[in-house]
């Protein structure tokens, strides 16, 4: 074994630590530092990895990063080499089955435990797949191709933009279904953008991903695979969705509209909610329940509509109080074409920041208000304040949520420069972004009133 | 009559409009404009008022705002005068009943409404108040002082600092509760820093405003107010505390722990919820119910500490995919000291951030981290990113909301410029700003599972 399979990933500080105390990857250790004892497995890193930092796996499942400097002892007491490669079979072909794509962008949707070893490796061919979750043959002749390999903090334009394309060629081949693996951070403004980018979709498109990671038994990986491989394939559903737990347990997923929905929780799997309306449609293993009636259905066509259009100058500004005009100012010498406003209430910012917004109007920046309460309208008609900035060129959004308008300025910037033009565009709801009302049930928690849930939930319970 | 009465408040094109057809204010009128036509009231307006509007009250109690320049006619059909005085009544003193204190900050708390001309009057001096709300005679002394008259967003350091001695000086009179009246956009900033500038107070200190003004049958004003003079009076609670509508009936009102409060609907009346907990208390006009027992208790001593140190140049950075660094790069133009990010998921912006960072880090910047999931603990030693955002100075602040931290580090910037000092201030919980652990019924709805709620809410509905 080369050093670099030993010490897999780790430089600097941290590989000199490891070979003081000839503490190979995969050795079960206790590390004794200043903060006191740490008992785990050392696990191999990344090739970006940092220099500091060695990694335990504790026997809790969660792994945390210990700084090499602070370490004054490590002491061995095992030691399992890893196997990296999953077990594969071959993916059944059906010829009865649908055809679903399966493009990943770096977040692991799926992955398999070495138990010897606690390793977590991640599983991504058809063939992987099949031996971690083998279940996906009984719904579909799974297809499989990774597009990027990024954190989805670092998604931006080029990995959108191709997605999307790529989804527009898949479509054009006549596939029944597509799923997304995505990284759940910026899943959502994802979501949004394919909403824009991707019209007309004659298919459903389905984007999932995985709060816990499935070394740890509350993993959610397999089960949103399912749930999201079974949409694509046999769901009526011809929108660009969301599909992660529903409650705290696994009691059934949700599918939430890609403009509609958020992360709202850190570290809960069942972070994902759809803000100002109410799911779409709930799926466990055997059946899809919709729960609203007013999505667009699958067709047999291939007539999708790709539009990549994209311009990158655009900010969201989070109004706080006391906030100071050199925030906007700044924005316009920086040659941004587009702003944001998350504005507090109904849709409001403080007085000194209006001559600001003036001289953003006058260099023809478009500036668009939402409501940092999230959930709820934007009403500048209510108060004097309001009526001034609309004076000024701040445009109401109703209830778009202000990521969904960052994104779609982004897009509709990227079509024209002329204000009423792209006014025309950020007003006229395209897949929800905006809409009539909200639904009573649909603040804060989608919950029970709803006789389909209600029966799903007492059947399953049975 | 003068014109100054006739036409209060109008100057410009919407004076001249209202002139050329002689519509006086409180004149039933249509009004005719390219848009069609508009049947309300004409209500007076404010000294601030724009020149470009005439405000209508429409028959659903919904006010708008009309452009003069696109009326094309004003057909009056009738014209009742408002009365300006709410009848007042001498506010009865009871020697055995507490004595408390009302702020007024800008905020309508309470106001009457005149029936014969729709006109909403503000209620503020107590005899206005009992006037209007003559229960609050039965729960305590009230004595009232207008602080400040600002719409909440334009709340400011000026407004704070103001408050929190004025908060000081009464409690150091021996009062035995306050009450401040706020807009509610703002409200949870404000309960906020007052968290931090008042300390160790002996007595509740309880904010309220209302989400719909008392010409409408839906208003929560008076229930508001009510409840939250019960609860400075008699509650044993001595936190600053957010007390307003809990569900979206007016069963109950929910006391909001300060620091843990936010505004999430922007026109709901149970808008505030308390996030990353459960609320402190549940209130009615018979009793105050805690739900927690972790509170700070009343007191009969007068040993508060005020602390209004603040420093202005702090930022919030909502995080986006796609961000450049110029935008941290114009705050360090700009000279701020101090730069709270919402970052997405477990705390996370993405890599071409990291050299502006890394240059703010230099010039003696404090940043710290959230997240804006607003549910949820940052948790930057789960990835290799995190860990690298660190090594760049970034402080994790745990489960702080990102409006919480915002105020809490303009507080602490006051107080040093040490970013050591900074850092134990930021990171050692003051009012419950941070917190070890979530309830597992604090996401999204604090709702049943705790008995006194549901004996509440069942005896309620009997």
Redesign the interface.
């Known amino acids: 074994m080369t050093d670099n399979d030993a010490y897999k990933g780790y430089k600097g500080e941290a590989l000199s630590t490891l070979k003081n105390f000839n503490a190979l990857v995969w050795s079960d250790v206790n590390i004794y530092t200043e903060q006191g004892k740490f008992t785990g497995l050392i696990l191999p ?2 090739e ?3 220099p ?2 060695i990694v335990l796996k504790l026997r809790t499942g ?4 210990i700084e090499a400097k602070k370490i004054t002892n490590i002491e061995i007491t095992g030691r399992k080499e890893a196997h990296y490669k999953i077990p594969e079979k071959e993916f059944p072909y059906d010829p009865k089955k649908p055809r679903v794509k399966l493009f990943g962008t770096g977040g692991t949707i799926a992955s398999r435990l070495d138990y010897r070893t606690g390793a977590v490796i991640p599983a991504f061919s058809p063939g992987e797949l099949y031996g971690s979750v083998p279940e996906l043959a009984d719904i579909c002749n799974l297809e499989t191709e990774k597009l990027y390999g990024v ?7 080029e990995q959108w933009i191709g997605t999307a394309k790529a989804i527009g060629e898949e479509i054009a081949k006549g596939v029944q279904g597509i799923v997304i693996g995505h ?4 899943m959502h ?2 979501a949004a953008i394919l909403s824009f980018m991707v019209q007309n979709s004659p298919v459903p498109i389905v984007m999932v991903g995985s709060q816990r990671s499935s070394d740890r038994p509350s993993s959610d990986a397999a089960l949103n695979l399912m749930h999201s491989v079974k949409t694509a394939a046999d769901s009526d559903i011809a929108e660009v969705m969301v599909c992660m737990f529903g409650p ?1 347990s696994d009691m059934y997923g949700l599918l939430h509209q890609g403009t509609r929905v958020r ?6 799997r ?2 994902f ?1 759809t803000i100002g309306d109410i799911p779409i449609a709930m799926v466990n293993r055997e059946k899809i329940t919709p729960l609203r009636t007013d999505y667009k259905r699958r067709r047999s066509d291939k007539d999708v509509i790709i539009n990549t259009a994209f311009e ?1 100058r655009v ?10 005009p ?2 906007i100012e ?2 316009i ?2 040659d941004y074409k587009g702003i944001v406003i ?10 000194p920041l209006y001559p600001a917004l003036k001289k953003a109007k006058e260099k023809n920046i478009a500036v668009y208000m939402t ?1 940092q ?7 500048m ?5 309001g ?2 900035m609309m ?1 000024l060129g701040v445009v109401p959004t109703a209830n778009m949520l202000p ?1 969904v308008a ?1 994104m779609k300025l ?1 897009w509709a910037l990227g079509q024209s420069n002329d204000l009423e033009k792209v006014n025309e565009i950020m007003l006229t709801p395209i897949a929800n972004d905006i809409t009539d009302r909200e639904p ?1 049930n649909g ?3 989608f919950q029970g009133g709803i006789p389909e849930v209600e029966e799903f939930i007492s059947r399953y319970r049975k």
């Open positions: 890193r990344s970006t990895a940092d500091y930092h969660y792994n945390i990063g954190f989805s903090e670092n998604m931006g334009p990284g759940t951070d910026t403004h994802t705290t992360k709202m929780h850190s570290s809960y069942s972070t909610r990158e900010s969201i500004v989070y109004y706080y109080p006391n906030m100071k050199d925030i700044s924005l010498e920086n998350a504005g507090t209430g109904l849709g409001h910012v403080n007085k409501v309460t999230l959930w709820g309208y934007v009403q008609y209510v108060y004097d304040t009526r001034d004076e990521e960052y982004c009573s603040y804060l928690i």
